[in-house]
């Protein structure tokens, strides 16, 4: 400490005061619930309800204050997501991963996967019974007031989320 109180560090020139920070707000310590998690799996048919049940079973866990009608949109998102990577990517990409990630006001789930092959969400075909997981997982995300995007990764792969707020855009 010097004569004057302060701590360590730079003693100001000359008699200059020291200026101090105005309008500084630190940023809030992170919340219980907030987090990334990230978990990988074989591109199998079998991974889409194992990836749904962990996404579900990690809300729970952490305490994620998210609206019930949130879940059940991310669950159906986090569906369709593994199942395009399943049925799309998994020749040149046998494994995929699933992340979580977690904020004091919203929920993001993506899937990526190793295939180059960026989708794009289909127009409604009433007389095909597939092929529109990406207009629903679009639909969805619009309807909670979240977004939605396609990304490439650095491994030439891609990277497919949505993020939705924590509360309900109905309440």
């Known amino acids: ?14 008699g200059e005061r020291p ?10 310590a992170p919340l219980p619930y907030e987090g ?3 978990f990988t799996a074989p591109a199998l048919d079998a991974s889409v309800p194992q990836a749904r049940h962990a996404v579900r079973d990690l809300l729970l866990r952490q305490g994620v204050p998210v609206a019930d009608e949130v879940v059940q949109g991310l669950l159906l998102i986090v569906s369709e997501l593994v199942t ?13 991963a ?3 990630a ?8 993506s899937v990526e996967d190793g295939h ?3 989708p794009t969400a289909l127009e409604t075909d009433h007389g095909r019974t597939g092929g529109r997981g990406l207009l629903l997982v679009r639909e969805i995300t619009r309807e909670a007031n979240g977004m939605c995007d396609v990304e490439h990764t650095a491994g030439g792969g891609k990277v ?12």
């Not at 200026?19 to 809030?28: D, F, G, I, L």
Request: no cysteine.
């Open 1 to 14: 400490m010097d004569d004057q109180g302060r701590g360590p560090g730079p003693r100001p020139q000359g």
């Open 19 to 28: 200026t101090e920070a105005k309008n500084v707000t630190p940023r809030p």
């Open 36 to 38: 990334v998690w990230r």
């Open 84 to 96: 395009n990577a399943v049925r799309h990517a998994a020749l040149l990409s046998p494994v995929l």
């Open 98 to 100: 699933v992340e979580v």
């Open 102 to 109: 977690v904020g004091a006001e919203w929920v993001r789930v």
């Open 116 to 118: 180059p092959y960026r």
């Open 160 to 171: 497919v989320w949505a993020a939705l707020p924590l509360k309900s855009a109905q309440v």
